[in-house]
């Protein structure tokens, strides 16, 4: 496909639905790539939003350098690498998994372009690198409270499409996806000492688990299992 003109709708973006996307950002000064799980939506000027919370390093990442990449990803298992990343437990996204884009890019029209070396998974089928256009300030609505967050606008400046996703749907792996946010959920619940929503959270983990484990042999759908299993440290 040709690269040039592409638009987020030309990848099967649709306006205001939630899609579940790996968020590549990189530190200001030692340059060190970060891979997040987070939502977007596209909007309906194409513009993307995305909602990281406060203390992730996603959020510290694009407050001092304002370019993110979207990489679109069909392995369920960097799902989980990227949103249960954990040095002390072993559970890493490796650097490998990188590759660079240079990119010339005027931040300020006062100055000349920036050249920038803006990291993506090399894995992805396609992956939208984006600036940020505006900062909104929301309040989202959990069911761990009302949390104060930044809506960042993104305005894609380099589309790379590699190849055609012919994902299928899979109860196996949509089951994972929901999971690893539950286990994320299910830490919090811990911390906070929240013995009825650990309770509630736990036994919907248990339950997907089991039909995971039922669906058949999805290796990338067990590989995540484990993973969330060393992450809450089963038995939890
Ligand atoms: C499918 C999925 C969607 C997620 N969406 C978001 C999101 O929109 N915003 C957010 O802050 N965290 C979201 N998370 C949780 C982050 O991935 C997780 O907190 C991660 O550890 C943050 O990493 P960081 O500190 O390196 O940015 C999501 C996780 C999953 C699995």
């Known amino acids: 496909m040709d690269t040039k003109n592409l638009y987020p709708i030309d990848l099967g973006f649709k306006p205001n639905y ?22 977007i939506r596209l909007t309906q000027d194409n513009f993307i939003t995305i909602k990281p919370f406060p203390k992730t390093k996603t959020l510290q990442n694009l407050k001092e350098t304002k370019i993110i990449t979207i990489n679109l ?5 960097l799902y989980a690498l990227s949103a249960l990343k954990n040095e002390d437990l072993g559970i890493i996204f490796p650097r490998e998994y990188y590759e660079y884009e240079e990119l010339s890019y005027l931040f300020n ?14 894995q992805s089928w396609a992956v939208l690198i984006c600036v940020v256009s505006k900062e909104n300030s929301v309040i989202k609505k959990d069911l761990l409270g009302d949390v104060s967050l930044i809506e960042f606008y993104l305005k894609p400046l380099k589309i790379k499409f590699f190849r055609n996703s012919a994902k299928l749907f899979n109860r196996a792996e949509n089951l994972a996806l929901e999971s690893i946010i539950i286990a994320t959920r299910i830490k919090i619940a811990r911390e906070r000492q929240n013995e009825v929503l650990f309770n509630e959270l736990k036994s919907q983990l248990t339950s997907n688990i089991n039909n995971i484990k039922r669906f ?9 299992v484990d993973l ?6 089963a038995p939890y």
């Open 18 to 39: 939630l899609y579940e996307i790996l968020a590549t950002t990189i530190s200001k000064i030692k340059k060190i790539p970060n891979t997040s799980a987070m939502g």
């Open 73 to 77: 990803v069909d392995d369920i298992h």
């Open 109 to 122: 029209s006062d100055s000349s372009p920036s050249k920038i070396s803006i990291p993506f998974i090399k």
């Open 216 to 224: 058949g042999k999805n290796y990338q759908a067990l590989e995540t």
């Open 228 to 233: 969330i299993n060393r992450y809450l440290g």
